[in-house]
């Protein structure tokens, strides 16, 4: 990244739920441990008016300004009760008046990270923030940090940092986040690469044991170079046939970060990492960041 993509430093999306909570304590701790800013974002649509139809209000009402001012000291308030005695990132917020992906996604563009929770309501009460999330993991410019309610808590101490490789160049971003993220976090890594989107070595007869080797080379490959770049993050490697979404998510539960890739390749051409990508950021019960 270079330095005028941090000017957001770590980005939250916040709308006043419980899963933006979440994301404000997450994205603090994240800040701190990157020593960057961290920005709190909260974005109210447009209303539409009865006549002319299709017409919007050309300025925020004031009672979208007064909720807006609500959500944004809830946010603060959560982002003060994360901070420890003597930690507190450089803090920004901002509040926006536009169709919320598109101005998530074009803030991404001066973002490290977006953080959001994957439920929650949006301005109005009535748009769910999953939908919001979906737009963000699959057309955002940075990494998209996906939190979900109860994920509030502090990691486990000691918990891994769960890695999804697909043998594509998709995923080597991913997999440097992952290494870094770490080795910041003092913890070990689990590089999980499955075979495929659907069961069909069955169905065309395929032996998985045939293939078991040259998955093996793809892994040490993918891992090689990032292994001698982050030396003290021991990896633990591990290859399954079949589901990445369903091991990826088994994995998940002992782990206290998972790391993806968005739009990769699965184990066969033309199969999209992409459906596993949302499938685990929806599911997961820990933190998920998807890579693009």
């Known amino acids: ?43 109210v649509p447009p209303i539409v008016v ?10 925020m ?16 308030k959560t982002l ?16 926006v008046y536009s169709a919320i992906v598109p101005a998530l996604i074009e803030a991404s563009k001066k973002a490290w990270v977006l953080v959001a929770g994957n439920q929650g309501l949006g301005a109005v009460g009535r748009l769910l923030l999953g939908s919001v999330t979906t737009g963000l993991v699959h057309y955002a410019h940075c990494p998209v940090a996906v939190i979900h309610t109860g994920d509030r808590a502090a990691p486990v101490p000691g918990a891994p940092v ?28 689990v590089a999980l690469h499955v075979w495929s989107d659907v069961g069909v070595f069955p169905i065309l007869g395929m032996d998985w044991h045939d293939r078991e080797q040259e998955a093996h080379e793809i892994l040490a490959e993918r891992l090689a170079g990032w292994q001698e770049r982050y030396p003290e993050v021991r ?45 685990v950021a929806q599911s997961a019960r820990v933190p998920v960041l998807v890579v693009r």
């Not at 270079?2 to 800040?31: F, H, I, M, N, Q």
């Not at 890695?163 to 910041?184: K, N, Q, V, Y």
């Open 235 to 279: 990896v633990e490697r591990k290859l399954f046939c079949d589901k990445p979404s369903e091991w990826l998510l088994k994995e998940s539960e002992h782990a206290q970060l998972v790391v993806v890739g968005s739009r990769g390749r699965g184990g066969f051409p033309g199969m999209l990492l992409g459906s596993v990508s949302s499938a």
């Open 61 to 76: 009402p004031d009672w979208q300004q007064d909720s807006a001012q609500h959500v944004i000291d809830q946010a603060r």
């Open 80 to 95: 003060s009760a994360s901070l420890g005695a003597s930690e507190s990132p450089e803090i920004h917020t901002e509040t």
């Open 162 to 189: 769960v890695l999804g490789i697909d043998g594509s160049p998709a995923s080597e971003e991913a997999t440097a986040l992952a290494f870094d993220e770490a080795s910041r976090r003092g913890v070990g890594l």
């Open 1 to 43: 990244m270079t330095s005028d993509a941090k000017d957001y430093g770590v980005l939250v999306c916040v709308d006043g739920s419980a899963a933006s909570d979440a994301a404000v304590a997450w994205g603090t701790r994240e800040a701190i441990m990157r020593d960057l800013p961290i920005t709190l974002m909260y974005v």
């Open 50 to 59: 009865g006549w002319p139809v299709g017409q919007l209000y050309a300025e």
